[in-house]
């Protein structure tokens, strides 16, 4: 697409933006409508996961075929939030975050109609475009909404990642255990599609920036990322130190260290990373690479404790259902505390929000180090890391916003969400491999130990107070950031 009018000829400067006009500004309904894509797209993570264990009887496959169905969606997400988030500062925000939201339903109808695991992959990696739709929906706000009102927004938005993560699992389980497996696919189509036809009619047209897509470095952030994620989620099931991962390991490191000289190099890149190396940027992005570590551990965790048998000394027994409803608790929590968090961006600022978020998430996996055990004490770190979870999330989109040009809001968040993302496999890479070295038996089967499970709340405790410190980087808003 040749860059808009008024562009210096031969440089990368992109244009200033057209001055939005009182018809451009969005409706009541576009903040709640944008939410549900961030909602709906975070539910679509988590819809198989209670399925996984069924998924080689139900599809006559194996076990490591069936998990390519979590997998093929990780891959495809990561691809698709920078590149979408470039696109939509391009091309329009609101026309690519409806074709992220109509790839979503695609697959998921694919999915629904799926009777062999090899369409049941395709599905879920058309499903997992629909992650464009929270760096997407987060520029789109800052066009739309009044700055008055943009924190809540951002705030809300945010929490909506937080909420269909948790929704998802008891969701799934649900339907898993009451009815066939196809209606959960068709559940979520039928979400996705009212979540599209809703972003049509009620999301605004915003400015479009143009310039020339940077297809080399779509192309080589692809391959590091897929080749580097498939590492870390293959690397247990191929052996940490086979051929396939470190082939895998290398090609990505190798392909990253190509791309950062190629971007820093080309006029109009897909990710600007001088922007992205400036402090405020940089410091948010590493407080939120060690805040999506700390998010997955609970998902990680709750479910091995709440879904084993008292006689491994800490295991509650819950079945399936139970242990999602009780997770979904953090949830609710998360909710209620972004629509409050606002107030302490105004008071304090985001960069003492995100600070604040980060600790309370460290307080609250510290608290179950000693009281492993019990349904009352896993509420309560629930609840806690719920809460710090709101607040740090509402802060994030906040600080990449401040400390962004407009020009490449939907890029820096793009880049932000894949930090976050990386964060989470990270931890499924790293608590796995613990809780897999470290198990006993009870009842004739092998759980992860208490000592493995202690390890993997104290290394999220350890990336709580780790983001804390990363955020105390972020200059103040009253000091002038340094490059």
């Given at each position: 697409?040749?860059?808009?009018?008024?562009?210096?000829?031969?440089?990368?400067?992109?244009?200033?933006?057209?001055?939005?006009?009182?018809?451009?500004?969005?409706?009541?309904?576009?903040?709640p409508v944008l939410a549900l894509g961030g909602f709906t797209a975070a539910l679509v993570n988590t819809v198989p996961i209670p399925l996984l264990p069924s998924l080689p009887r139900l599809l006559d496959t194996s076990a490591a075929n069936a998990s390519w169905t979590v997998t093929a969606?990780?891959?495809?997400?990561?691809?698709?939030?920078?590149?979408?988030?470039?696109?939509?500062?391009?091309?329009?925000?609101?026309?690519?975050?409806?074709?992220?939201?109509?790839?979503?339903?695609?697959?998921?109808?694919?999915?629904?109609?799926?009777?062999?695991?090899?369409?049941?992959?395709?599905?879920?990696?058309?499903?997992?475009?629909?992650?464009?739709?929270?760096?997407?929906?987060?520029?789109?706000?800052?066009?739309?909404?009044?700055?008055?009102?943009?924190?809540?927004?951002?705030?809300?938005?945010?929490?909506?990642?937080?909420?269909?993560?948790?929704?998802?699992?008891?969701?799934?389980?649900?339907?898993?255990?009451?009815?066939?497996?196809?209606?959960?696919?068709?559940?979520?189509?039928?979400?996705?599609?009212?979540?599209?036809?809703?972003?049509?009619?009620?999301?605004?047209?915003?400015?479009?920036?143009?310039?020339?897509?940077?297809?080399?470095?779509?192309?080589?952030?692809?391959?590091?990322?897929?080749?580097?994620?498939?590492?870390?989620?293959?690397?247990?099931?191929?052996?940490?130190?086979?051929?396939?991962?470190?082939?895998?390991?290398?090609?990505?490191?190798?392909?990253?260290?190509?791309?950062?000289?190629?971007?820093?190099?080309t006029a109009q890149p897909l990710v600007d990373l001088r922007t992205s190396a400036s402090r405020p940027v940089l410091a948010t992005n590493a407080a939120t690479l060690l805040v999506g570590f700390a998010m997955f551990v609970i998902s990680l965790v709750l479910p091995h404790i709440l879904?084993?048998?008292?006689?491994?000394?800490?295991?509650?027994?819950?079945?399936?259902?139970?242990?999602?409803?009780?997770?979904?608790?953090?949830?609710?929590?998360?909710?209620?505390?972004?629509?409050?968090?606002?107030?302490?961006?105004?008071?304090?600022?985001?960069?003492?929000?995100?600070?604040?978020?980060?600790?309370?998430?460290?307080?609250?996996?510290?608290?179950?180090?000693?009281?492993?055990?019990?349904?009352?004490?896993?509420?309560?770190?629930?609840?806690?890391?719920?809460?710090?979870?709101?607040?740090?999330?509402?802060?994030?989109?906040?600080?990449?916003?401040?400390?962004?040009?407009?020009?490449?809001?939907?890029?820096?968040?793009?880049?932000?969400?894949?930090?976050?993302?990386?964060?989470?496999?990270?931890?499924?890479?790293?608590?796995?491999?613990?809780?897999?070295?470290?198990?006993?038996?009870?009842?004739?089967?092998?759980?992860?130990?208490?000592?493995?499970?202690?390890?993997?709340?104290?290394?999220?405790?350890?990336?709580?107070?780790?983001?804390?410190?990363?955020?105390?980087?972020?200059p103040r808003p009253d000091r002038p950031a340094k490059p």
């Amino acid at each position: 697409m040749a860059p808009t009018a008024g562009a210096p000829a031969g440089t990368g400067t992109p244009p200033a933006p057209p001055a939005a006009s009182p018809a451009a500004t969005g409706s009541g309904i576009t903040v709640p409508v944008l939410a549900l894509g961030g909602f709906t797209a975070a539910l679509v993570n988590t819809v198989p996961i209670p399925l996984l264990p069924s998924l080689p009887r139900l599809l006559d496959t194996s076990a490591a075929n069936a998990s390519w169905t979590v997998t093929a969606t990780l891959l495809v997400a990561a691809v698709c939030t920078p590149v979408s988030g470039r696109l939509g500062d391009m091309r329009g925000k609101r026309r690519v975050l409806l074709w992220c939201l109509g790839l979503m339903v695609a697959g998921s109808v694919l999915c629904a109609l799926a009777g062999s695991v090899e369409l049941l992959i395709a599905g879920r990696a058309l499903q997992g475009c629909g992650a464009g739709a929270l760096p997407l929906g987060l520029s789109i706000m800052r066009e739309q909404v009044p700055r008055e009102r943009l924190g809540r927004a951002l705030a809300v938005m945010s929490a909506t990642v937080g909420v269909g993560s948790t929704v998802g699992f008891p969701f799934s389980a649900f339907l898993s255990q009451h009815a066939d497996w196809h209606v959960l696919f068709w559940a979520v189509a039928g979400l996705g599609l009212a979540n599209l036809l809703l972003a049509a009619r009620f999301v605004p047209s915003g400015p479009r920036y143009g310039g020339r897509f940077d297809r080399a470095g779509a192309l080589g952030l692809t391959v590091a990322l897929v080749c580097l994620l498939l590492a870390l989620s293959k690397g247990r099931g191929w052996g940490w130190t086979s051929a396939p991962t470190l082939t895998a390991a290398l090609l990505g490191a190798a392909t990253a260290a190509w791309w950062v000289r190629y971007e820093l190099r080309t006029a109009q890149p897909l990710v600007d990373l001088r922007t992205s190396a400036s402090r405020p940027v940089l410091a948010t992005n590493a407080a939120t690479l060690l805040v999506g570590f700390a998010m997955f551990v609970i998902s990680l965790v709750l479910p091995h404790i709440l879904q084993a048998p008292p006689a491994t000394g800490y295991g509650v027994g819950f079945s399936m259902v139970r242990t999602g409803l009780l997770q979904s608790v953090a949830g609710v929590v998360m909710m209620a505390v972004a629509l409050m968090s606002p107030a302490v961006s105004v008071r304090w600022g985001a960069r003492a929000t995100l600070v604040l978020g980060a600790l309370v998430i460290a307080a609250g996996y510290a608290t179950g180090i000693p009281l492993l055990g019990g349904g009352w004490w896993l509420t309560v770190l629930a609840v806690i890391v719920g809460a710090g979870l709101a607040l740090a999330f509402a802060a994030m989109p906040a600080l990449i916003v401040a400390a962004t040009p407009e020009s490449q809001t939907a890029a820096a968040n793009g880049l932000n969400t894949l930090v976050r993302s990386v964060g989470a496999s990270v931890a499924s890479a790293v608590v796995s491999a613990v809780l897999a070295a470290m198990t006993t038996t009870a009842g004739g089967a092998v759980h992860p130990s208490a000592v493995g499970l202690r390890i993997a709340l104290l290394a999220a405790v350890l990336a709580g107070l780790g983001a804390a410190a990363a955020a105390l980087f972020v200059p103040r808003p009253d000091r002038p950031a340094k490059p």
